[in-house]
């Protein structure tokens, strides 16, 4: 069997980088708090072995997505709200244009008081971050519907709901989906933060963890297990959105970052 | 003029009339003041602490380590995205990185960067640099790639050397998707710096708010929000100036 050179080229920078890690670690020549790959999956091994992996990933994963859940469909939902109506866009435009550089974690406080420092703080801040990117994308998405098609179908006699929802929604579901995965990605890096500022359970105190017990190896498994919950979430995501979009244009952005 | 006053009225009515329910929530006692201090108070914790200088200098810290992080992943992401558009090795070789890292919550690497770099503002300009050049590299690659072939022939035809071509020809064309990814990086260098301020510092706007809410001083806490607020909507219009500036095929400009 031959492979393709792009193949090769694909995977020559990620497999050196893991080999040299792995070679410098094992001759010592790294720092202690950079444990190697074998140590790493090692302590990943053990730390799911014991159970405590597990645990952690179903809380912060039930943090994100619940997080993710109420933010996404609040923001989509006055996200198209303010599509349509001028009023309701004139409403929440400057407020967004002013929040949305602020980084949402910068309101944790108010949530850890208000809420408590178990789960509904963590969903509370995720959903607060997942909001603005959602209502941004689906705002201009909506505006940006050809409005010939919307014509076009209300000529035809098409009655209001059958125009929202078999025109609107699906002219502007790419730029839907372009906000939600935004949205996700703002998720994880909120939970993670507020996993580390303010919690006793999750994925993030694991982190912490291992790196107050000098035990970078479980501090690098955490991680690697953060990582790997993050990409997939990501490529479930695509996958629906590809599933949904069939038969529509994905756009350019199939080729790298999807 | 009526009319302006009636659009201007129309489209900014809604932070006055958010400030009026909070300052009406306040002072009718129906949440508490300590969490939701009153209007006034913000207004004037916020002016003092610019007055005398504390929130001047540590949104300077803060800018600063944002800015530098931004300015170094646009000098870095730009060219690779670049070089990856034109040639196919290079394509191959980094393709993977940012096929595969662009989901993952960078993050999560944080608490490595902080071994490497110290706890201060190497380490957290080098991780904004590295949340930043992901969209900064993956927007301006969509940019040089899909240049139409055509305009780099015919300029070609015209005896225009390589350099020509790049600076004349490529570069214009592929401008307002690099503005479009700088667009995306900027609040997010904002973002990544609080954040990792919060996480651990002793100076910076993320220290300052970590501070006073740890004392349940929440007028510092939200003067702090404003000022990262008003910066961030600042640069970004900067940035939009910039670009409205240098793109002059105004139908492809990021609006």
């Known amino acids: 069997m031959r492979v393709r050179p792009a193949v090769i080229q694909h995977w020559l920078v990620p497999l050196a980088v893991v080999a040299c890690w792995e070679v410098f670690g094992r001759l010592a020549e790294l720092p202690p708090y950079l444990s190697y790959p074998s140590q790493i999956l090692a302590a990943l091994w053990s730390l799911a072995a014991d159970g405590e992996l ?28 303010a599509g349509l109506v001028t009023g309701v866009r004139h409403f929440f435009d400057p407020l967004v244009s002013f929040l ?42 909506v505006l940006s519907v050809n409005k010939r098609l919307l014509w076009a179908a209300a000529n035809m006699g098409a009655p209001r709901p059958t125009l929202f929802f078999r025109v609107l929604i699906p002219a502007a579901a790419p730029q839907l989906f372009a906000g939600f995965r935004i949205s996700l990605a703002h998720a994880f890096i909120v939970l993670f933060a507020a996993e580390l500022i303010g919690s006793h359970s999750g994925l993030g105190v694991l982190i912490a963890d291992g790196e107050d017990a000098a035990r970078f190896d479980l501090m690098f498994a955490a991680i690697l297990a953060f990582a790997i919950l993050g990409f997939v979430s990501d490529r479930i995501l695509m996958a629906i959105r590809k599933r949904m979009l069939k038969g529509t244009a994905l756009g350019t952005e199939e080729t790298i970052a999807a | 003029m009526t009319g302006q006053i009636r659009n201007f009225v129309g489209r900014w009515y809604s932070i006055p009339l958010l400030l009026a329910a909070w300052q009406l929530a306040v002072s009718s006692g129906s949440v508490n003041s300590r969490l939701l ?42 060219p690779l995205a670049a070089v990856m558009a034109r040639s196919t090795l290079c394509r191959n070789l980094f393709e993977p990185i940012f096929f595969f890292g662009y989901p993952i919550p960078k993050i999560a690497l944080f608490p490595i960067f902080t071994y490497i770099f110290g706890f201060g503002t190497p380490s957290k300009i080098a991780f904004t640099f590295l949340e930043c050049l992901y969209p900064v590299v993956v927007t301006s690659y969509f940019g040089f790639a899909g240049i139409q072939t055509r305009l780099i022939w015919a300029a070609r035809n015209f005896g225009a050397s390589q350099w020509t071509v790049l600076w004349r020809v490529i570069l214009p064309a592929a401008l307002p998707a690099i503005f479009a990814g700088l667009r995306i990086a900027l609040p997010v260098a ?40 008003a910066c961030g909507f600042v640069l970004d219009q900067i940035l939009v100036r910039l670009c409205g500036y240098f793109v002059h095929q105004g139908h492809n400009a990021p609006r």
């Open chain 1, 100 to 141: 949305f550089a602020v980084p949402k974690i910068a309101f944790l406080p108010v949530f850890l008081i208000l809420l408590g420092i178990g789960d509904p703080s963590k969903i509370g801040i995720v959903a607060f971050s997942c909001f603005f990117p959602v209502f941004v994308a689906s705002r201009q998405a």
């Open chain 1, 54 to 81: 597990p645990g952690a990933v179903a809380v912060s994963l039930y943090r994100v997505l619940a997080g993710f859940a109420l933010g996404t469909a609040a923001g989509m939902g006055v996200g198209i709200a």
């Open chain 2, 37 to 78: 201090p009153s209007v006034p108070q913000v207004a004037e914790v916020l002016f003092a602490e610019i007055r005398n200088g504390v929130l001047v200098y540590h949104a300077g810290v803060t800018l600063g380590r944002a800015l530098s992080g931004f300015a170094l992943a646009a000098a870095a992401g730009i």
């Open chain 2, 190 to 229: 904002i973002i990544v710096v609080v954040l990792t301020e919060m996480i651990g510092d002793s100076i910076g706007l993320g220290y300052y708010i970590s501070v006073w809410s740890t004392r349940f001083t929440f007028q510092n806490v939200y003067a702090a929000i404003i000022v990262i607020g």
